[in-house]
């Protein structure tokens, strides 16, 4: 097999994506197919055996893209392109969301993907899997993107409070602060896609506003997009009122890992209940995420995966 060097054109903008601060991006790329790889001036090149070449030739074109549409490339993105390299993955096709305060929000994985295309489709969507893989931050951009475009009037998201249980009311403060402690992720999310002035205001005007899934009982919501983190944590009979507040002009992401329950009873969980019931419906969705893509650090998903192996071996399935 040849190891002569190959010459691969890029942007100068791809060029700095491919490389990475430091050149951090090109020591991952190198290390990950053993390969040699330098940035003479307009492109890269890559030195190292046929098929390790063409492996890391794969991932820096899937850098490159990226960074040529103008997103911002960062090291998890280098990941999933070295991980599509090897495994022969295509780059996700779904469309850039028209959001977020450092450029647009856009799928790193195929999952993410078909994940952000049912959202597009189905009214109702359920998004299973373990943390670190995006469910939540690209409902939330989701989400945010179809209240800045006007599609929805509000973006309203929900969230067991397992660890206060239904004693919110004896909580100091107004609902806001009852529930902000538990809402952290959501309102790190919101201020990642927003930024934090514009997130103030549309709370401050009531368009986007949250509550624990108790809140809203008896509620009807309409022209509203509504996001249902941590749903492993909701009851049977909580996951049925939730899912029967949806009113006219609205759509809903579910969220959750049902290996992660802190339920008392991890029996009662509505989440994998309602996916058995709903699943195959019209209009309903479901997108299931693997270790695959974790876009974390990278030590998350070996942690995923070790669990997962450790579920397997004492035979139980999530």
Sequence with gaps: ???????????????????????????????????????????????????????????????????????????????????????????????????????????KTPTQARYLQALADCELVFGLGPAGTGKTFLAVAYGAGMLLRGAVDRLIVSRPAVEAGERLGFLPGDMNEKVDPYMAPVWEALTDILGAEQLRRRREKGEIEVAPIAFLRGRTLSHAFVIVDEAQNASRAQMKMVLTRLGEGSRMAVTGDPTQIDLPNPGDSGLAHAVGLLEGEKGIGVTRFGAEDVVRHPLVERIVRAYDADAARRGRTV
Excluded: Y
Excluded at 7 to 34: Q, T
Excluded at 51 to 71: L, M, W
């Design 1 to 107: 097999m040849s190891r002569a060097p190959e010459f691969v054109p890029l942007s100068d903008e791809a060029v700095r994506a491919v490389a990475g601060a430091n050149s951090r991006h090109a020591a991952l790329i190198e290390d990950a197919f053993g390969v040699l790889l330098e940035t003479p001036g307009g492109g890269v090149s890559l030195s190292g055996d046929a098929k390790s070449r063409g492996q890391a030739k794969k991932a820096v074109q899937a850098i490159a893209a990226r960074a040529d549409q103008g997103f911002e490339v960062v090291e998890a993105d280098v990941r999933v392109a070295i991980g599509q390299a090897r495994t022969g993955g295509g780059a996700p096709g779904a469309q850039p969301l028209p959001v977020g305060r450092r450029g647009q929000v856009a799928p």
